[in-house]
């Protein structure tokens, strides 16, 4: 079992930066993709960054040259910098990860966090 906390969400104005936080604990060994997703009022949850446990990471079209996944293996830490925020950033922000091959689709990880929320103000 792997459990997931995220932390670092918060309220910050359109151009600002936030760096979200996520913590796993339990079996790690077994992870080999680890993922952020969000979740906006009314909308699909969708993949917003990824890494896997080569380091290769991949990024939604909205985010890139904005967003950075990186990975702390020391402190079993996931991070995501989120830089040049968005209104249309606003969501809740999800940790996932999962044992198998990476992939966009939500359905694949089977690890969740709480999430942790982030509203962008115009």
């Known amino acids: 079992q792997v459990q997931l906390s995220e932390s670092g969400g918060g309220s910050v104005q359109a151009g600002g930066s936030l760096r979200l936080s996520c913590v796993a604990s339990?079996?790690?060994?077994?992870?080999?993709?680890m993922g952020w997703f969000r979740q906006a009022p009314g909308k699909e949850r969708e993949g917003v960054a990824r890494?896997?446990?080569?380091?290769?990471?991949g990024y939604a079209d909205s985010v890139k040259g904005r967003f950075t996944i990186s990975q702390d293996n020391a402190k079993n830490t996931l991070y995501l910098q989120m830089n040049s925020l968005k209104p249309e950033d606003t969501a809740m922000y999800y940790c996932?990860?999962?044992?198998?091959?990476?992939?966009?689709?939500?359905?694949?990880?089977?690890?969740w966090g709480q999430g942790t929320q982030v509203t962008v103000s115009s």
């Open positions: 996932a990860a999962v044992g198998g091959f990476c992939s966009w689709y939500p359905s694949n990880f089977g690890y």
């Open positions: 890494i896997d446990s080569t380091g290769r990471t």
């Open positions: 339990g079996y790690i060994p077994i992870i080999h993709c």
